[in-house]
Nanobody, 119 residues
């Protein structure tokens, strides 16, 4: 079955960096676009970044541009989110998403990893 396992979250101070990882299995990772979403308390889940199957193209929410970088290593079935210059408003649970096409496309989600930015 499809599994997405996030790791790398934690408690950091403003201005710090974190690198999140998402290990994928159960589908052809190299053929699937991958995304990171986040959800803060009291807010709706929002798209953070997306990357195409080859990694040739990426997309970011405006508030993350210049600070966050999504990348993937298809040989390791892993997608990453490098987060720099973290702000308290970045505090959220970060989720890995895979859009997988079987007979139709469905979204799979990891369990999430908590990122807390606080002084």
């Amino acid at each position: 079955q499809v599994q997405l396992v996030e790791s790398g979250g934690g408690l950091v101070q403003p201005g710090a960096s974190l690198r999140l990882s998402c290990a994928a299995s159960g589908f052809t990772f190299s053929s699937s676009a991958m995304s990171w979403y986040r959800q803060a308390p009291g807010k709706e889940r929002e798209l953070v970044a997306s990357i195409t199957s080859t990694g040739r193209s990426t997309n970011y929410a405006d508030s993350m541009k210049g600070r966050f970088t999504i990348s993937r290593d298809n040989a390791k079935n892993t997608v990453y989110l490098q987060m720099n210059s973290l702000k308290p408003d970045d505090t959220a649970v970060y989720y890995c998403n895979a859009r997988v096409s079987w007979s139709f496309s469905i979204d799979y989600w990891g369990q999430g990893t908590q990122v807390t930015v606080s002084s």
